[in-house]
């Protein structure tokens, strides 16, 4: 029973840990980021949905102030889990992917699909309260890739 004690301690703290996930763990992310892409500028706009979830729309801006909306994603907890859950637009379909978050702290979380064609992990840090690195990575024809996305808050 002494040897189980421990065990048991460790179950009943990763539960509660695991029940207190809160929507606001990641309320860092909120804001409108960008990243130059040549001429146009990638936008991600994250805010408040409800207490439940973050949503973003991601964006291309134009230099003449022409916006195309290239995907939305949603940053939910749902059955005290989390989840990261893009929905890209090519053309007139919607195609939706569900990403577990398999990894949080104070200003970086780390979600997963090891079902997913490519990415199989999406990251996203704040490095600074004007710096937000994204990056996503897996394995694509054989071979690991990595891609980063560095932004930075957006003026206005």
Known sequence: MKRLAPLLFILISFQSFSQQISIHQFDWIIGNWEI??????????????DDSTLSATSYILSPKGKKTISETIELKIRNGAAYYVPSLRDQNEIDTVEFRIVFWKKNSFTAENIWHDYPQRIIYTLETD???????????NGKFKSEEFPMKKAKG
């Open 36 to 49: 130059q892409i040549g001429k146009n500028s990638l936008h991600e706009d994250w805010v408040f949905s």
């Open 130 to 140: 004007q710096q937000l690195l994204a990056k996503i990575e897996g394995i694509r």
